[in-house]
């Protein structure tokens, strides 16, 4: 194991160490995910020299009318063909998930046979074809949201991996929407820092972190005075944002007031506030694995 990965995984190893003891009636659902980061940080060292994606420099006049960077088919291009790889990413959630088990083993025999085409897959989910995503989980007999999940898992440490090197060409350019500058994805989380209180998201795909107006919903742009925060009692520094416009909500956390060992896994410490948030009938500005299961 080299330098960096051990690294990584003690820093993970803490991350969620400190989720466990604030959280620990989320204990089972916690380490379920621990499994997951944890296998994901191993395949992502694994890819340590990642092949040449040929994707060219923003075009910056679409950038500034708010075009992510990378279009669907850019981003379906980033996972690996079918190989070693890709099952890397799938008996982690098998053994994670004992829920989902037969359907990952059943998903993981029907791409190895044919029956199911890996790429069609892929673009089905980044494109939103819920049509297609769901005859294909019919098909297969699960639920469309649990083959949701299963590609979800899938696609991500590919677009992390293969992004981090593109994250230097946008730094300075001036962003304003709240679906990611990279990969069009909205955020996982909002999260407060500096003296002056910056506000910036969390990319729930390929994890980029850009700054964010703080009154803004990331979901719909509107601000509206009357947006709802909720928090737990002695938990002020978490909190989830509801917006009365489109009923979405993202879950922020204040690190001037609460440092974290990994802001990757910050969000799984707050499922909770999205079981809150989804029982009064709100959506998840993005579809996450932990609010998919929640």
């Not at 989902?100 to 939103?128: M, P, T």
């Not at 009923?247 to 707050?270: P, T």
């Amino acid at each position: 194991m080299n330098e960096t990965l051990s690294s990584e995984l003690k820093r993970l190893e803490k991350a969620f160490e400190s989720i466990e003891q604030a959280t620990p009636f989320l204990k089972s659902m916690v380490n379920a995910f621990k499994e997951v980061a944890i296998s994901r940080a191993v395949l992502k060292a694994r890819r340590a020299e990642t092949p040449d994606i040929h994707i060219l420099p923003p075009d910056r006049s679409r950038f500034a009318e708010g075009y992510p960077w990378l279009t669907e088919n850019m981003i379906a291009s980033l996972m690996d063909p079918w190989g070693e790889n890709v099952k890397f990413t799938m008996l982690p959630l098998a053994i994670a998930f004992p829920g989902i088990a037969s359907a990952v083993l059943h998903l993981r025999d029907a791409f190895e046979q044919g029956k199911v085409n890996l790429e069609d897959c892929i673009s089905a989910l980044v494109e939103g074809r819920e049509e297609d995503i769901t005859k294909t989980a019919s098909y297969l007999g699960f639920q469309p949201v649990v083959f949701k999940f299963i590609l979800g898992q899938m696609l991500k440490p590919f677009v992390e991996k293969r992004t981090e090197s593109l994250r230097h060409f946008i730094k300075n350019l001036p962003w304003h929407q709240g679906y990611c500058p990279i990969c069009g994805a909205f955020p996982e989380l909002s999260f407060l820092i500096s003296a002056e209180g910056q506000r910036w998201l969390r990319c729930s795909l390929c994890s980029y972190e850009w700054r964010f107006d703080r009154m803004s919903c990331p979901y719909c742009g509107k601000q509206n005075q009357d947006k709802e925060f909720t928090c737990i009692s002695g938990v002020e520094h978490q909190w989830v944002e509801l917006c009365p416009d489109c009923h979405r909500y993202i879950v922020g956390i204040d690190l001037r007031q609460h440092a974290v060992s990994s802001i990757d896994v910050a969000a799984i410490g707050m499922i909770h506030l999205d079981m809150i948030s989804q029982q009064r009938g709100f959506f998840p500005a993005a579809e996450c694995a932990w609010n998919m299961v929640s």
